[in-house]
């Protein structure tokens, strides 16, 4: 049986078929992302009224060592490096935020248009992870790899890096308050296990009679404090 073709003219005289248009997208300032540059005149002038002080005290007033003028210098300098990545970090955090849903409203604007805008959570994160970064970069310069200080320095970046996961868990998760109490002991773990100072206190002379001694020993205790 022979398939009949349709005229030329007929099939000229038909509108070609258009693909179905795609829903338009939600517009309005809850969808929009509002990022108000950083004011940079602010910034400038808080740096010079607090780095003045400590500047004339660290460089001019007290003879300190010149490793320890070097070292201020250079985490005054790997400070200024992180401070620029975070300002160029945060805008891409942000959209990135707002694509996974990770957003919310500012309450105390309830009510007002600018009360609607989606702001993102979670960008403590960039600034956590930006400091790790700088914390470590400087231990290459102020550290040797004897250091008595450098296991312990160590075990604090570890607490800290605990404090930004847990910190960003809570963000996702929304723990309950109760749990939050609970926060700052899992991140003290590593640098309570990395002590190896005294752990002897000093009883206060009113409390040392009925106590018996003047100074009391808390061996392994000290790491539940």
Not at 44 to 71: C, E, I, N, Q, T
Not at 92 to 113: H, Q, T
Request: aromatic content about 10%; some cysteine; charged content about 15%.
């Amino acid at each position: 049986m022979a398939v009949r073709r349709r005229p030329a003219a007929a099939a000229a005289r038909d509108p070609p078929q258009q693909p179905p248009a795609a829903a338009p997208a939600p517009a309005g300032p809850e969808n929009e992302l509002v990022l108000r540059p950083p004011n940079l005149v602010v910034v400038a002038a808080s740096m010079v009224l607090f780095l003045a002080p400590f500047s004339y005290l660290a460089f001019v007033h007290y003879p300190l060592s010149s490793d320890l003028r070097k070292s201020i210098l250079i985490c005054g300098g790997l400070s200024l490096v992180g401070f620029l990545v975070v300002l160029g970090l945060i805008p891409v955090a942000a959209r990135y935020l707002l694509r996974r849903r990770m957003f919310g409203y500012d309450i105390n604007k309830r009510g007002l248009p600018t009360g609607k805008i989606q702001v993102p959570e979670s960008l403590g994160l960039v600034v956590g992870i930006v400091y790790l970064v700088v914390a470590i970069l400087f231990q290459q310069f102020n550290f040797a790899a004897d250091s008595m200080w450098l296991v312990e320095y160590n075990a604090a970046l570890a607490s800290v890096c605990f404090m930004i996961l847990l910190g960003f868990v809570d963000d996702v998760l929304d723990v309950p308050w109760r749990v939050k109490l609970l926060l700052p002991t899992i991140a003290a773990l590593p640098l309570l296990m990395a002590y190896a100072g005294g752990t002897s206190i000093i009883i206060p002379k009113p409390l040392s009679p009925y106590i018996g001694v003047e100074v009391l020993e808390l061996g392994w205790c000290a790491s539940l404090k």
